[in-house]
Nanobody
Framework: QVQLVESGGGLVQPGGSLRLSCAAS????????MGWYRQAPGKQRELVAT??????SYADSGKGRFTVSRGNAKNTLYLQMNGLKPEDTAVYYC???????????WGEGTLVTVSS
């Protein structure tokens, strides 16, 4: 069974930075896509960034401010967020998609609040 555990959320002032981490455990193929999604109150969950085999993609909302990366063990995903804005306030979820299983997994989320 695959488990994803996020950490690193919290309260930060506008313009500040946070680094989110996601640790994946369990059995899964090395060929996978890991990503960050977020869901603000009253809104649908949306993509933030993905990483797969060194290839990274970002939603427009985070381009130039957010950086997604993997740890050396490839089972940890990070999201470095700089220049945070109040509209970045949301619960951030880690996602793992395994194409060979057509399966995806979600973490329970970590809350990021950007407020003065």
């Amino acid at each position: 069974q695959v488990q994803l555990v996020e950490s690193g959320g919290g309260l930060v002032q506008p313009g500040g930075s946070l680094r989110l981490s996601c640790a994946a455990s369990g059995s899964f193929f090395s060929i996978n896509v890991m990503g960050w999604y977020r869901q603000a109150p009253g809104k649908q969950r949306e993509l933030v960034a993905t990483e797969s085999g060194g290839s990274r993609s970002y939603a427009d909302s985070g381009k130039g401010r957010f950086t997604v990366s993997r740890g050396n063990a490839k089972n940890t995903l990070y999201l470095q967020m700089n220049g945070l804005k109040p509209e970045d306030t949301a619960v951030y979820y880690c996602n793992l998609y395994i194409p060979l299983r057509s399966a995806q997994y979600w973490g329970e989320g970590t809350l990021v609040t950007v407020s003065s």
